[in-house]
Structure formats: C-alpha cells, structure tokens
C-alpha cells in the first residue's frame, strides 16, 4: 500500500502560498510550513523554561 501523505509532503514546495497582505516575494507552502513548526518550538521551550509549563519538547 502506498501512502499519499508522503507523496503530497515532496510536492509541498511547489505549492504557492497566498498571502493575506501584500507580499512582495512569494512563498511556498513547505517554506510556511517549517517557519510555523519552528515557531511553535520555540514558543514551547519558551513556556517550559520561563512559565514553569510541561509541554513535550521531544520527537
């Protein structure tokens, strides 16, 4: 059985991404997608250490 989720994942970056403001460079979805997940990271190691928080940080 062949999984789609793989296939969709490799054409990630040739999917444009449309800005809800005027951007002047374009984006591709994997480009948004890395940026948003390292974002989230970030937020997460931010609340543990700062906030006393228990979110799992770990893969």
């Not at 999917?15 to 948004?32: A, C, D, Q, T, Y």
């Not at 997460?44 to 979110?55: C, E, Q």
């Amino acid at each position: 059985m062949q999984s789609k989720f793989f296939a969709y994942l490799s054409r990630l970056r040739w999917i444009k991404r449309w800005g809800l403001k005027r951007n002047i460079e374009s984006e591709n979805v994997m480009e948004h997608s890395w940026e948003l997940a390292t974002i989230a990271h970030a937020l997460a190691i931010i609340k543990n250490h700062y906030f006393n928080g228990h979110v799992n940080t770990r893969f």
